[in-house]
């Protein structure tokens, strides 16, 4: 065995992998701890220290992963992934680049390529992206066409909320999150009675719909990224095939090395 092998044989392995995302989840600890000045107070080297442990272990195991894949390392996006927040850690986060320093608790996203659970739902929501762009685009479309009618109607009436396109928009982006919707209705029809017609028709098509359909498109992609239990099983089933005709294999082998002395003699 070679050492890439080796290599990567440990780095499969899953006690390592474990391993991995418990300093993940220290480290995010710590970084969040560090945003306390009390705790810096008291134990502001010990949480500088768990750092710097945390960022050797990542920087390491980067380093074995492309010493132990090669090549076939960059072909997997999620190695690019772990390797450019590691890099962005090792920037030194001082003068124009101490912004950086911030962007350290983004090392917390490498739970997201460490554990394969979170792997399948980052690729579903990867995979809805087509569908949920032309959602979004709809959406899009009925808070333009909403904001330009509110705007003529209740500019005069509510300035503050409706005075001009911009606003409109930021108002009824508010209403269709469900934020403080019926004061803002309620401050409108004081002056135009009828205006509820108007907002319950924008909540039903903006909220009830245009939303509905974007989380459905994302729970099909998810549906079809998990597979389901009867799927599980069949895959279990033909490893165990492959096993055992592994073994019958290396069973005939061993029988054929044995008669070809006898037929020899």
């Known amino acids: 065995m070679s050492g890439q092998e080796r290599v990567r ?20 600890v710590t970084i969040g701890m560090e945003t306390s000045s ?13 750092d710097r442990v945390a960022l050797a272990v990542f920087t390491v195991e980067i380093a074995a992963r492309l010493y132990a ?11 690019w992934f772990d390797a450019v927040i590691v890099v962005v850690a090792l920037v030194p ?26 792997r399948r739902v980052v690729g579903a929501l990867l995979n809805a992206v087509p569908g949920m762009a032309s959602i979004i685009g709809l959406l899009v479309l009925m808070i333009y066409i909403a904001a330009v009618i509110a705007t003529k109607l209740f500019g005069d009436i509510v300035p503050e ?21 019926g004061n803002v209705a309620q401050e409108v029809m004081r002056q135009k009675p009828w205006a509820w017609v108007f907002f319950i028709v924008y909540i039903l098509m903006s909220t009830f719909v245009a939303l509905n359909l974007f989380i459905a498109v ?45 037929v020899q003699s």
């Open 218 to 262: 994302v729970v099909n992609a998810m549906n079809d990224a998990e597979p389901s239990p009867a799927e599980s099983r069949t895959q279990d089933d033909i490893e165990a095939m492959r096993q055992e005709l592994a073994a019958v294999n290396a069973k005939l082998d061993q029988l054929l090395m044995r008669e070809q002395p006898n």
């Open 69 to 79: 894949y090669g090549r076939d390392f960059f072909k997997d996006p999620w190695n």
């Open 93 to 118: 986060a001082s003068g124009p680049t101490s912004v950086l320093r911030a962007l350290r608790i983004l090392r917390a996203l490498r739970l997201v390529s460490a554990v394969p659970s979170m």
């Open 38 to 50: 009390f705790l810096m107070d008291r134990a502001g080297g010990l949480l500088h220290a768990v």
């Open 9 to 28: 044989d440990v780095l499969e392995r899953r006690v390592v992998q474990r391993a991995i995302i418990a300093v993940i989840v220290v480290n995010a």
């Open 161 to 181: 909320r409706f005075d001009e396109l911009p606003r409109s928009l930021f108002t009824l982006f508010q209403i269709m999150t469900g934020d403080d919707w």
